[in-house]
């Protein structure tokens, strides 16, 4: 047996294990903290770390809503999916990029799933919820006759009711197929903000024979119960493609473009399901995370320090690189693994890997220290003692990364269970699946990589090869 | 490993192999205590079941459909006085807890569970936190969370978590037998199982007692656990399956796999104290910060932890051992 362990043993260079540790430390360090620097007030992100990840609407407060057409309507797959884009139009209308938006064909619903705007003042997520899902019926109606005004939160007159010939409806927004804000020029050079409809073909020959009935007249476009605008006809449109112009800014001609746009459909959306949290409980949540994480560091590397000594050490060192790893793969650091929107289980699954991250080293550690015991030389326990526990680390690691796999199918938003349970959005314990898988691979190129490597090479040292920096008795 | 192969026709007693094997150091008897082990695991299972009786489990609104709100306040309120006054504003009957912010940040919070597995109109959330500014308009009432499921979606998504869960279960197994072939792998991929089992229910039992409605936490921790505990399963087999080749065939499998235990149990209780410690620390700041939804989530899981530990050395393995003597009796009838 002892040709065996010599054949086997391969001294690794001592200058090694400074080199790993030392990599393993910067690196961790630049996935921590990022690496930034300043060009005046713009803020240039070579290296992504903590403070560039994106917390989901746990932490940073948000809204989340299902919506379904109301009235039991059953709607079609296209219906379905334009009054999802208007939702996407809307998000992105009002500035909001880091949405999640699914649209559940099978059940007929829509899934959103926003965080507040920075701008945001209110927080109020009712109002922010009738906002997205007020899809309403758009009308085209005769004159512009209304009941009352009102003076909307933006200052504008609001101009609410059709009263006598306006009552009357000559087309309704089954007959549009779009609408886009755009510009043209004016004699004098000047843009011009238009928003341009194109109508679908039976549309095109309503809006001919209306345009012929009331030309030089006004025809009112109508959002339920809202006038959106009152433009006069100035032509015959036959072809399917108005334009509508007036004192538009780019907004406002947006604006109505989108108005006009979410008008088209035949029904209203209600709301199924609805959740919101308020910033300043994410807030909370994220700094006892933070000194939670903190501290159950300091509290696993004393452990590892104490029963382990040396090993236990070399394991703080891999534990600190597993998480700057699992940081990394969760912020965008490398540019190949686009980031990933962290929750409060994301955050607990992140600790979480922190306690179980040590399995490796322990399970090395311990065998170490019992071939120790057994009477081996130094070199013949590190040996055969990382040899050993390989097995048992492998085959215990592959279960929780088959456990997280199924965490993020299961959570996430696009998985083998859609076909039969339909999309959902991605819950927050997505993310627990996410931290725990990356966690344990982490750990597993920490663990069984660079803790072997550093631990070789520091048996180098004379002054180290005591057998009790190993797990042995104290006299030896 | 040449001269192992001249043990392999010898039975040794437990102090022999002791000596040979284990550095001549005390190999602990886990199979048998086994009478010990299955008696407290299942009286924990009957008060767990007749707990379950009294108390009845509540699945979360998550699962059921409902709506709960939870406003923050400052300022003392009486809280029997708020909960009347939110009753009077609600037309469903409600159920309020209080809970604090030790760290002052989110102030006093009062949560408010509607009855019924309806999802509510956004206009309650709106006119209720108008009610309630309006009352009280000096204790800046503010909505923190809200959360209203429709019954149907609650139920599709209870049983995706329930399909998920059994697919894992089934993974696992599968796992285990191919890579344990050596020594039975599928009575070890059952026993693992019964060990996986043991500990759901110790989840559940912890959920029944502690009266916490059955959540997305749940089936997170249980998926979680599920991992975890074979993880300790699995290295005790795997050090089965090394002392066996060691000590030779003859010898006895409970002996051997008291002699894998003894030498893995350190290992095993080790990664529990880390793992624990890390859940511990995060489920008292989560008290100390009153963010429910963690400490939903690390109370069950510190449960699970330790539950598992336990489970794969007193439950999977001594029933292991059982398994094996069994077939092995029957095949000498044979």
Not at chain 1, 64 to 89: C, M, N, Q, V, W
Not at chain 1, 157 to 162: G, L
Request: proline share 2%; hydrophobic share 45%; with cysteine.
């Amino acid at each position: 047996m002892n040709t065996e362990v010599k054949k086997g043993m391969k001294r690794v260079p001592k200058p090694v294990f400074f080199i790993v540790a030392l990599l393993i430390l910067a690196f961790s360090f630049t996935a921590i903290f990022g690496v930034a620097y300043y060009n005046g007030d713009n803020k240039n992100t070579v290296l992504k770390g903590i403070g560039d990840i994106r917390w989901g609407i746990d932490i940073r407060g948000g809204v989340e809503a299902t919506f379904r057409p109301a009235d039991g309507y059953d709607a079609t797959d296209e219906e379905l999916e334009s009054a999802k884009s208007i939702i996407e139009l809307r998000m992105v209308s009002q500035g909001i990029t880091d949405y999640e938006l699914y649209a559940d064909k099978g059940s007929d619903r829509i899934i959103v799933r926003f965080p507040w705007k920075s701008d945001e003042k209110t927080f109020d997520a009712v109002a922010a919820i009738d906002e997205i899902s007020s899809t309403a019926q758009l009308t085209f109606r005769p004159g512009n006759s209304y009941a009352s005004t009102d003076i909307g939160s933006d200052g504008e007159y609001v101009y609410k009711t059709p009263t006598g010939e306006t009552e009357t409806v000559l087309m309704d927004g089954s007959a549009v197929k779009s609408a886009t804000a755009g510009y043209t020029r004016d004699d004098k050079g000047d843009a011009q903000y238009i928003v341009s409809l194109e109508l679908t073909d039976e549309g095109a020959k309503t809006f001919a024979s209306i345009t012929e009935q009331y030309l030089q007249k006004t025809v009112s476009i109508w959002m339920d119960d809202i006038m959106l605008s009152a433009p006069t006809v100035q032509a015959v449109i036959s072809d399917g493609q108005a334009q509508i112009s007036g004192n538009f800014t780019a907004e406002t001609a947006t604006a109505l473009a989108n108005k006009i746009n979410a008008g088209a459909l035949p029904f209203h959306l209600e709301t199924a399901n609805y959740g919101s949290i308020d910033p300043s409980l994410g807030e909370n949540s994220l700094v006892a995370m933070g000194y939670a994480g903190v501290i159950a560091f300091i509290v696993i590397a004393l452990i590892m320090i104490f029963f382990y000594r040396l090993p236990g050490f070399i394991a703080i060192i891999s534990l600190i690189g597993q998480m700057g790893l699992s940081i990394a793969a969760v912020s965008g650091y490398f540019t190949t693994i686009p980031s990933f929107t962290m929750t409060l289980p994301g955050i607990a699954g992140l600790i979480l890997s922190i306690g179980m991250g040590v399995d490796c080293n322990v399970i090395t550690a311990e065998r170490i220290k019992e071939e120790i015991k057994a009477g081996r030389t130094l070199d013949g326990a590190l040996d055969r003692g990382t040899k050993n526990s390989l097995s048992a680390i492998i085959d215990g690691n592959m279960t929780v990364v088959i456990v997280s796999l199924i965490l993020m199918l299961v959570f996430g938003p696009a998985n083998i269970l859609s076909i039969i349970f339909g999309e959902s959005t991605t819950g927050t314990i997505y993310s627990f699946g996410f931290t725990l898988l990356v966690g344990v691979i982490s750990n597993f190129i920490m663990g069984i990589f660079f803790s072997r490597v550093m631990l070789r090479s520091i048996a180098g040292f004379k002054p180290l090869r005591k057998k009790w920096l190993f797990g042995g008795a104290k006299n030896d | 490993m040449t001269n192992n192969s001249t043990k392999a026709n010898v039975q040794m007693t437990v102090e022999e192999l002791a000596q040979k094997h284990n550095g001549g150091r005390k190999i602990i008897d886990f199979v048998g205590k086994k009478k010990i082990f299955f008696g407290i695991s299942l009286t924990i299972m009957i008060i767990g079941i007749i707990c379950n009786f009294i108390f009845g489990t509540t699945l979360d609104i998550q699962f059921s459909g409902g709506a709960s709100l939870r406003f923050s306040y400052t300022g003392q309120i009486d809280q029997t006085e708020l909960h009347d006054f939110i009753q009077e504003k609600t037309t469903d009957k409600i159920t309020t807890s209080f809970s604090k912010d030790m760290m002052g940040n989110s102030g006093n919070n009062v949560a408010v569970q509607f009855s019924g597995n309806d999802a509510i109109s956004t206009d309650i959330q709106d006119s209720l936190e108008a009610d309630l500014q309006e009352k009280y308009p000096d204790s800046s009432f503010k909505c923190l969370e809200s959360t209203s499921v429709d019954a149907s979606m609650g139920f599709s998504f209870l049983l995706k978590c329930l399909v998920a869960v059994a697919i894992a279960s089934a993974l696992m197994v599968l796992y285990v037998t191919i890579r344990f072939k050596k020594i039975g792998g599928l009575s070890a991929g059952v026993m693992a199982l019964v060990a996986l089992f043991h500990d759901i229910a110790l989840i559940y039992f912890l959920y029944v007692i502690f009266q916490m409605p059955i959540d997305s936490n749940f089936i997170a921790v249980v998926l979680m656990i599920l991992g975890y505990s074979l993880n300790d399963t699995i290295v005790i087999y795997d050090r089965v399956r090394e002392e066996r080749k060691l000590v030779g065939r003859k010898q006895d499998i409970g002996d051997v796999f008291n002699l894998a235990c003894t030498k893995t149990i350190r290992r095993t209780i080790m990664t529990s104290v880390t793992t624990l410690c890390a859940i511990l620390i995060v489920y008292i700041l989560a008290v100390v910060y009153n963010i429910p939804s963690v400490q939903g989530f690390a109370l069950p899981m510190m449960i699970g932890v330790i539950s598992g530990c336990y489970s794969s050395i007193c439950i999977a393995g001594p029933l292991w051992v059982m398994w094996r003597h069994h077939k092995a009796a029957k095949n000498e009838e044979k």
